[in-house]
């Protein structure tokens, strides 16, 4: 290779908690690949391929360090990622594992002390991992004599990975969302509103690796379909990394109005969410999901104190998730503009929840009297027409 030839630029994506998984871990491993393959197709990713425990994204010739860099940090918010580095591949020659680690330390600006971290992944490279750190070392001291080399806590690690037939080197590095590559865990049913906590949730899970479906429950006709945009805003932003598969769009409003009109109305909402949960487990069916998701949070409102979150759960036989049912609001928000819906989330939108509300909802009600109050509805011609009548958008998720 000619001094001047710049070496192929490359990400290279690790994970750990797939190396848990054992005998599934080569399942893993390729729903991970093929994520990050479908989901990289704005960025100059040629091509995927596992080598030696991680998997490294191989980009296109030419890729300036910003638009590397960028594809680095994209690539870090996908489930299952847990590392993500942007550096280079060269040759298994020491000039030019010397070269790519000049170049990839320049690329990690600003820092002032830096370590040199080397592996062989193939024990047939005649240079042992301790006499590679001190010579890559010895080399970069010369090329960057203002910097101080530092064995513990560095600014910068310079790794430099020898395998089969080729180096890696790298310095720049950022932590990922970690978790599960999505397709991994399942399938769910999210309710999803255009409030905060619902996102939130739903991309928890998705997190762990399960394919989300989503419903939607708008206030239609008696409200605006304003939520309904709002929830496909959020959607958008969750399925860039993949999130999310579905959404599902019910209209509520005219059975909200006929259960306040009948309903002693402290139960009224209580009557409504149980509504929710009921088309969304129909939904759930439909479309082999095996339990329902909620952005709950034990005592954050009325409708969330242990009694009523009892009698919400005593309408359906799926399994319902509420990963935020112990996390604080503060905490929500921050994921929240982590994964960037927050901003979406805080526009104003009547949905079915601000529909047709009781003064003062009942906060500790008993199931006896709910299902009471619900006899007088026809609540399973409802779920079918209301189920037969959802709208479904789909997303793109990676085959
Ligand atoms: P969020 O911020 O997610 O709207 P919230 O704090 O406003 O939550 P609630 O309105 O009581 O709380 O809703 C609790 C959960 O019920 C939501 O997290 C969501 O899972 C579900 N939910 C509420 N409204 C809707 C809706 N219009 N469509 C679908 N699901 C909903
Ligand atoms: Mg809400």
Redesign the pocket.
Known sequence: MSASEPYQRVVLIHYHEIGLKGHNRAKFEQRLLKNVLGLTAAHPVVTVHKISGRLVAFLKEGTAREEGQACASFIARIPGVARVSCGFKCPREVDDINRAAVEALSEAEPFETFKVAARRAHTDFPIDSMTMNREVGAVLCAAYPEKRVQMKEMDVEVRVEVVQNSAFVYAFSIPGVGGLPVGSSGKLM????????????LWQMAKRGAVCN??????APETSSA?EFL?EDIARVLERTGCIARVFT?E?GSHQRAISLECPPPLR?ILY?RL?FKV?ERLARECGAKAL?????LG?????TLDNLCCTDASVQMPIFRP?IGTD?QD?ISTAREIGTYRI?TEDAP???TLFMPRSPETHAKLSAVEAAEASFPEDEWVEELAEAARCQIFKQPK
């Open positions: 999210c309710l999803l509103s255009s409030g905060i906590d619902s996102p939130v949730a989503a419903v939607h429950f708008s206030g939520s929830v019910v509520l909402v969410r929710m969304a998701v909620t952005g709950e949070s954050q409102v009325a409708s969330q935020l609001k929500i989330s949905d079915c929840c």
